[in-house]
């Protein structure tokens, strides 16, 4: 089957730095994806990863390796807005997207 | 700004009272997603039309249909709602469904409470 897993939920401090790990098992690769999600909102768009290596976007940055199925998204600078669900997808090789369940992440003053 | 709306934000229904839940495009996108989201768990894709082209997710209930009209709308009826059904409804459209950072963008979103 195939499975995206990240860890439920997170705490850092405001201003701090925090990792949110995705690690993914799934029948081909056609890009990662990361969304945030705010309690009872729409999930929008943050990154794109297609290539291995580091996309940096502002406070905010994404990491691939395809070999070892591993992503990760650095928010730096943290800052109370950012308290949020972060969802980890993947799209497939038939470019379906498979979605894990999201990282609550809580940011503390 | 072009978006994507959904109808009506907030849906409270009745054990077995149909609903229809609505969603709207103004980004001009071929391809149109509805997807189920309970708390705390992943999105979990319902539909998606590929401009007319409908595709049913294998494990999508009978319960669950949808029309599109145009390309600019999008419908989800829930022909029995039972209580396993409340969840938040995210329909989601992209300009197609594959290659490159092909990304999703979502409406708002409707709360369905089921009583």
């Known amino acids: 089957g195939q499975n995206i897993d990240q860890p439920t939920e997170m705490t850092a401090t405001e201003g701090a730095i925090v990792q949110i790990n995705c690690t993914y098992q799934t029948s081909g690769f056609n890009g990662l994806f990361w969304y945030q999600q705010h309690a009872g909102e729409a999930p929008t768009f943050l990154s794109y990863?297609?290539l291995d290596g580091l996309e940096e976007k502002g406070r905010f940055s994404s990491f691939l390796s395809r070999s070892k199925g591993y992503s990760y998204l650095l928010l730096k600078e943290l800052q109370m807005k950012d308290s949020a669900s972060y969802l980890c997808?993947?799209?497939?090789?038939?470019?379906?997207?498979?979605w894990g369940a999201g990282t609550k992440l809580i940011i503390k003053p | 700004d072009a978006m994507v709306i959904q109808n009506p934000r907030y849906q409270v229904t009745q054990f077995g009272k149909p609903v229809t839940l609505s969603c709207s495009q103004t980004?001009?996108?071929?391809?149109m997603y509805w997807y189920q989201q309970k708390s705390s768990q992943a999105p979990k894709l319902l539909f998606h039309?590929?401009?007319?082209?409908?595709?049913n997710e294998a494990d999508t209930p009978d319960n669950f249909q949808s029309r599109r009209p145009n390309t600019s709308f999008c419908f989800l009826d829930i022909r029995s709602p039972g209580l396993g059904d409340a969840a938040m409804y995210l329909c989601?459209?992209?300009?197609?469904?594959?290659?490159?950072?092909?990304?999703?963008?979502f409406g708002a979103g409707s709360r369905l409470t089921v009583l």
């Open positions: 990863n297609v």
């Open positions: 989601a459209t992209s300009r197609d469904g594959g290659s490159g950072a092909n990304v999703l963008t």
């Open positions: 980004l001009n996108h071929n391809v």
């Open positions: 039309y590929y401009d007319k082209d409908f595709n």
């Open positions: 997808a993947v799209r497939d090789s038939n470019y379906q997207l498979i």
